[in-house]
């Protein structure tokens, strides 16, 4: 995602806010008007995860965050870019969201265009 694509997540929903989970679920809305929910994980621990999206963002003042990249975990793991924004080691501070709802890699591309605007093209550079 290049500086003009960045994408604020949705505010808190007063159920997270009030059970002080705000920060470990969070709503990104598609182009669709669809929201699609992910989950805050360690970053140590991402390519643990297997057929997921996956988005780096920062939190912002206001209780959403900035998302700044995304890419596919596809199923052995790997980490695909779609455009090239996954860093090859993740910065400091920032928070890692997987989602874990799209089981085929034909849904994963499907949200990463709804929600992102980039293409779903199934052809994703390895990230490094």
């Known amino acids: 995602m290049n500086g003009e694509s960045l994408l604020l997540s949705e505010l808190p929903s007063a ?5 002080g989970m705000e920060g470990r679920f969070v709503g990104w809305r598609g182009a669709s008007g669809k929201r699609h929910l992910f989950s805050a994980v360690p970053a140590d621990t991402l390519r643990d995860y297997r057929s997921a999206v996956a988005v780096l963002a920062e939190p912002t003042r206001d209780g959403r965050f900035l998302a700044w990249a995304v890419a596919e975990i596809d199923a052995a793991g790997r980490i695909h870019s779609p455009d090239g924004s996954w860093p090859a080691s993740l910065p400091f501070g920032a928070v890692v969201f997987v989602h874990f709802l799209s089981e085929t890699k034909r849904e994963r591309m499907a949200l ?3 929600v992102f605007g980039l293409p779903a093209e199934t052809g994703f550079a390895l990230a490094a």
């Open 15 to 19: 159920p997270a806010r009030r059970v």
């Open 112 to 114: 990463i265009e709804d």
